[in-house]
């Protein structure tokens, strides 16, 4: 055998060529756009496009891809009633898991060549909201609503789980979310999805395998974590000595440090002011207080940096969305991702299988079980 490397993690280690993003200290690109200029300027929209072709849309083109989305977003009836018999306590990611999962049997797009691979991925970036929408209106014990032809997929979202239309600010937050999820090169995620994908498996099973490896708190479950920690306390002060603890304790705080991202997570930066926007104006001070003293603890004592999922946790939960949404509403970005690292493996496939080092008992034989013990 070559010469062996073995890093825990996988870490640093090069596993494969994309031209989906590229993430560096200090730059984060779809396709070469800088993530700066596709938050200030672009629609999620827009941003998915980009993922699933190769460039931004023109007019007619961003038409058509939204015509072809819309198309879609109507669950089957018998995705809307497996929705309705998952028990209430199910987590709204183990809800996603399955529906997706059942969606796929009605896409009429199977094939894996690249038409049909986006038609695929339309289909589920269609759906996701719906899903997500349906699983909180039926446990709210009210009807599904059916999508409305023409609103953006943030809008789509708002408009499903709570029956009107959102205001402005609301669908660009969520808008806004939804293009800094989108995408992030080699994360846990979307190398299993590629993982999958390169078994020749399928789309559906590369989009599951990412929503079951998203879920994960050290991945996208980190912004309901994150969220979850900052109801804890009341105070600024209060917040602060529980972090201090955490951190002599070695407790992993979610939202917090990133495995490539050393001087900072560029999502985070960009959507944190736009949060204190809206705390400040929603009267929220004090959860204002505690999100900076629990940052602003880990600085100081660990050096470590927030990622993406902690601001974003507070700026759904400002909005007033459930808990239970935010991980969902990752997949409702990342599937755009996914689906275009799945078409990239397709495209210049190899089996993905590494070696592991064997650290076991040495070879030994086989006794029968009377003789054993
Ligand atoms: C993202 C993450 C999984 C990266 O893991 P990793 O690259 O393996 O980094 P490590 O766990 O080796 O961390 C390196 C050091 O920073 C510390 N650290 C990293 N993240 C930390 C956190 N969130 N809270 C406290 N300490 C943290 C580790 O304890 C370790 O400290 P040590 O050297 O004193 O042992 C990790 O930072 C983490 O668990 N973060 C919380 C979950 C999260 O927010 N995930 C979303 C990522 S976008």
């Known amino acids: ?221 980190a912004n309901e974590e994150a969220m979850r920690l900052i109801k804890r306390f009341s105070s600024g002060p209060e917040a602060k000595a529980w972090t201090e603890q955490a951190i002599v304790d070695k407790q992993k705080i979610m939202g917090f440090g990133h495995r490539v991202y050393k001087n900072g997570d560029h999502r985070a930066r960009i959507l944190e002011p736009l949060m204190a926007d809206l705390a400040r104006q929603r009267g929220q001070q004090n959860l204002l207080d505690v999100y900076f003293a629990i940052k602003d603890t880990i600085w100081e004592r660990k050096q470590i940096h927030m990622n993406v999922d902690y601001p974003c946790g507070l700026t759904y939960y400002l909005m007033g969305l459930p808990i239970d949404v935010y991980t969902p509403l990752f997949v409702a970005s990342r599937v755009t991702g996914w689906a275009a690292h799945v078409i990239e493996q397709f495209t210049n496939n190899r089996i993905i299988r590494p070696r592991s080092r064997y650290v076991g008992p040495a070879l030994r034989d086989y006794r029968p079980a009377a003789q054993r013990g």
């Open 1 to 221: 055998m070559a010469e062996e490397l073995y890093r825990p993690g996988l870490e640093g280690i090069i596993a494969g060529e994309t031209e989906v993003s590229t993430v560096e200290q200090d730059s984060l690109a779809y396709r070469g756009y800088p993530i700066e200029q596709l938050a200030e300027h672009a629609t999620f929209e827009e941003v998915a496009y980009l993922l699933l072709h190769d460039d931004l849309p023109t007019v007619g083109q961003l038409q058509e891809f939204t015509r072809r989305v819309d198309a879609h977003r109507n669950l089957p009836a018998a995705v809307t009633d497996t929705i309705a018999r998952i028990p209430p306590q199910v987590p709204g990611m183990d809800v996603l898991r399955t529906a997706i999962s059942m969606a796929g049997h009605f896409d009429q797009s199977s094939g894996g060549d690249r038409e049909q691979l986006v038609e695929q991925a339309i289909h589920v970036l269609a759906v996701v909201p719906s899903i997500i929408a349906t699983r909180l209106r039926l446990l709210d014990g009210k009807q599904p609503i059916d999508a409305k032809p023409g609103l953006s997929h943030a809008a789509q979202f708002l408009y499903q789980a709570f029956g009107e239309e959102p205001e402005a600010l609301e669908t660009r937050l969520i808008d806004l979310t939804l293009i800094l999820y989108a995408e992030h090169e080699f994360n846990a995620s979307a190398f299993a999805a590629r993982v999958t994908t390169s078994t020749l498996s399928d789309m559906y099973s590369a989009i599951v395998t990412g929503v079951g490896t998203l879920k994960g708190p050290l991945h996208g479950g």
